[in-house]
């Protein structure tokens, strides 16, 4: 495309944009934009979920909640979606203690090594995660754990942990440190002091730390295709093996109601702490 037909059509979206409502309507036009790019695929395949033949189409010939009814009877991607679970959950409880202990280190303590630990933090950004999966199965096959599914649960933790980190660090940073010592000058103990005056403070910070690992664990897929075995595979990898052999309404499906899953948890955030914190961390 020429520069004058490129200046040309950033006119024509100009134009168009000032005839819209509000004061702003370029920024909240670009706003939309980007939602609807966002959200396109996952609309996508939920409305494909909804094809009655057996040939994924888009649209869809017509409306049918035939593969809605049959995924009941679909054992492998109900005991594949309960093993995601159940890794999610794992993950997200060994990452509670784990991250309040590690806030509660870096902010309050001189740590040596700090700096490496704060370069282990940046690591989610830093290293692709097939790498991280390669070590860590390298790891745990020295160690022989391979097969089990607490080492899918451990592995995702492992490279997760720095979100609850920074999570709860948050909140430990924000924490009045008068009224801890307030509450050791009435006599309460330091084990006292934690439970009554200090995890009650960094609670929300706990809470959406513990969720995000949750959703993380829930959707996390090239670390688990490495660890995984045929007989421990999570959902995210299940869905990605199907597709290579067949790609039926089916597995939108599945996808759809794996997505459901997801909101449902962002929506337990948002009840819980809010979502203005939930992204504050």
């Known amino acids: ?17 000032r005839k819209l409502p509000g004061s702003r309507p370029v920024i909240s036009t670009l706003v939309a934009l980007q939602i609807v790019f966002l959200m396109l695929p996952t609309i996508v395949v939920f409305v494909v979920s909804f094809q009655p033949g057996d040939i994924v189409r888009f649209p869809p010939d017509g409306l049918s909640l035939q593969w809605y009814y049959e995924l009941p009877d679909e054992s492998r991607y109900i005991s594949a979606l309960w093993r995601s679970v159940l890794v999610a959950t794992f993950c997200m409880l060994l990452s509670i203690p784990i991250g309040i202990l590690a806030a509660l280190g870096l902010i309050r303590y001189d740590i040596r090594f700090e700096k490496a630990f704060q370069l282990y933090f940046l690591l989610p950004f830093t290293v692709p995660l097939v790498v991280s999966g390669v070590i860590l199965l390298i790891i745990f096959g020295e160690m022989g754990v391979i097969g089990n599914l607490w080492t899918v649960g451990l592995a995702l933790t492992i490279i997760n942990i720095p979100f609850m980190i920074w999570s709860v660090t948050s909140r430990v940073n924000a924490l009045d440190s008068e009224l801890e010592n307030a509450a050791k000058n009435l006599g309460a103990d330091e084990i006292q002091t934690f439970f009554n005056v200090t995890f009650p403070s960094i609670m929300p910070g706990v809470v959406t730390g513990a969720l995000i690992m949750f959703v993380l664990g829930l959707n996390e897929f090239i670390v688990s295709l490495i660890i995984t075995t045929p007989d421990i595979v999570t959902l995210p990898v299940l869905i990605y093996t199907s597709i290579r052999t067949n790609i039926s309404p089916l597995i939108a499906a599945v996808a759809s109601v794996y997505v459901i899953v997801a909101f449902l948890a962002v929506i337990v955030a948002d009840r819980l702490v809010g979502l203005d914190e939930l992204l504050q961390s």
Do not use: A
């Open 1 to 17: 495309m020429s520069k004058e037909s490129q200046t040309s059509l950033m006119n024509r979206f100009f134009r168009i944009t």
